[in-house]
Structure formats: C-alpha cells, structure tokens
C-alpha cells in the first residue's frame, strides 16, 4: 500500500477528526475498509505502534502500523 493511500485511509478513519486514531477507530476503520485482521493482532499491533504510548495513534505511527498489519 503507497504512504498516498496509507495517509487517505488515516484520514478517514479519524471518526472524530481529531488527528490520531483510537483502538476503535482503527478497528472499525480496517473493517469499512475490507481489511480483516485478528482482533487480537490488531490490539497487539496498535499496542506496540503506539510508541508514545498515549493511547492514540498519530499518522506517523499508523505508517508503522499499517507495515506490520
């Protein structure tokens, strides 16, 4: 997937436009998108993306996740 799309899928996924995306967010972003996933990996993935460990997921950090999903 290019980083054009990685962004644009980022952006919508942020439900509430704040600029990072929640576990939920992220969850529910994947499936509207098609992409199914381990629930399990995906709180994994998002767990060690968050390397800030604020509890969101910013778009630099979603790049990192996207790599590893």
Known sequence: MKVENINELFKQMDA????????????QGLAKAGITVDAGKIQATFEAADTDKNGSIDPEEFVSFMAKI
């Open 16 to 27: 509430n436009g704040d600029g990072s995306l929640s576990l939920q967010e992220i969850t």
